[in-house]
C-alpha cells in the first residue's frame, strides 16, 4: 500500500511529498528515497526523523529512525500511519546499508 508523505528539511521551509509504500521497512525508506532526496534537496547523506516519536525538545531534534530491516513501516506507526510526517537531516557521518531487496 502506498500514501503520499510529506518530508521537511530541518530548519528550512523546503519541502516535498513522496510515495512511500507503507509495507517498506526503514532501511528500505531510506534506500528508496535516497535518489530523490539527491535531486531534490542536493543532500547524499541524510537521516530521517518522524513526526510520530515523542520528545521533549525541538521537534526537528528528534531521534533519527534506525535503518532496520526487521519491521515495516506500517507495523512501527500502526493506524497513527496515516499522521506521519518526516524530517531531513543532513548527516556526513551517517552511512545506509545498502538492501538488496530494493523495492519501488
Known sequence: MTS?????????SYTK????N??????ELYNNLKPLILTDFN???????????KFDGNAEDKPK?????NI?????YGDNIKYIAFYIRVCNYCVIPPN???TS
Open 72 to 76: 515495516t513501516l506500517e507495523q512501527l
Open 4 to 12: 503520499l508523505f510529506y518530508f521537511k528539511l530541518v530548519y528550512t
Open 17 to 20: 511529498y513522496y510515495e512511500v
Open 22 to 27: 507503507t509495507l517498506w521497512t526503514p532501511l
Open 65 to 69: 529512525i534506525e535503518p532496520v530491516n
Open 100 to 102: 538488496d531487496n530494493m
Open 43 to 53: 543532500i547524499e547523506n541524510f537521516e530521517l526523523a518522524d513526526t510520530f516519536t
